[in-house]
């Protein structure tokens, strides 16, 4: 089986920093793009930052120049830092795998992954 699992969420005032790691665990063979959603009480799931393969980027325009997302593919983990944090960025963030390729039963498999989510909250 593979999981994501997030950490890094917390509280912190308006203009501090959190950074948010997801670690995809299992028989992992490669991982396609990756990326972090967010979803506020009453709100629909967005997409806030994601990452190709191949290292390339993209953003909302909210958090574009304040967060950063990256990847280590050695340690199957993504990352997204965030700073100049605002109040309307609260909400659970959710790590996302669009395609994961792992061995099951001596057969390579593929499926996308979520994480549980991880709570961030910003104070004003």
């Known amino acids: 089986q593979v999981q994501l699992v997030e950490s890094g969420g917390g509280l912190v005032q308006t203009g501090g920093s959190l950074r948010l790691s997801c670690v995809a665990s299992g028989s992992i063979f490669s991982i396609d793009g990756m990326g972090w959603y967010r979803q506020a009480p009453g709100k629909q799931r967005e997409l806030v930052?994601?990452?190709?393969?191949?290292?390339?980027?993209?953003y909302v325009d909210s958090v574009r120049g304040r967060f950063t997302i990256?990847?280590?593919?050695?340690?199957?983990t993504i990352y997204l830092q965030m700073n100049n944090l605002k109040p309307e960025d609260t909400a659970v963030y959710y790590c996302n795998a669009d395609r994961v390729r792992y061995y099951s039963n001596g057969v390579i498999r593929s499926g996308p992954?979520?994480?549980?989510?991880?709570?961030?909250?910003?104070?004003?």
């Open 49 to 58: 930052a994601s990452i190709t393969s191949s290292g390339s980027t993209n």
């Open 70 to 76: 990256s990847r280590d593919d050695a340690k199957n």
């Open 113 to 124: 992954r979520w994480g549980q989510g991880t709570q961030v909250t910003v104070s004003s």
